[in-house]
């Protein structure tokens, strides 16, 4: 058999029920505005921090939204809360309120 160089990535299974969703719901009942975000990439697109760094808003909010809170809060801390993303959403979420509830929330984790 020919070797192409490349192999089957092995899938990942993503279990909700198994995640401890507490801290999620307590961020959107707090923020009610997030349940409107249609995860556009917008705020990842424009973006100063992911630029500069690996920093991904999209990435973290949908992590956070799975109940996977591993390594939120470091990303979190990479932003420079310049508001560009603010102002590009088109949903007018308040990507700034979000970073400062995300980062008061998962400190410690």
Not at 20 to 48: F, H, K, N, R
């Amino acid at each position: 058999m020919t070797d192409f160089g490349y192999t089957v990535s092995k899938p990942r299974r993503i279990d909700i029920d198994r995640n401890d969703m507490t801290l999620c719901d307590g961020i959107l009942s707090s923020m009610p505005e997030l349940q409107t975000c249609i995860g556009c990439g917008t705020c990842t697109a424009v973006c100063t921090a992911g630029n500069l760094t690996d920093f991904n808003f999209r990435r973290v909010h949908t992590l956070v939204r799975r109940g996977e809170y591993r390594g939120a809060y470091e990303a979190m801390n990479k932003c420079m809360l310049c508001g560009k993303c603010r102002l590009a959403c088109p949903r007018g979420i308040n990507t700034r309120a979000v970073v400062l509830l995300l980062k008061e929330r998962l400190k410690g984790m």
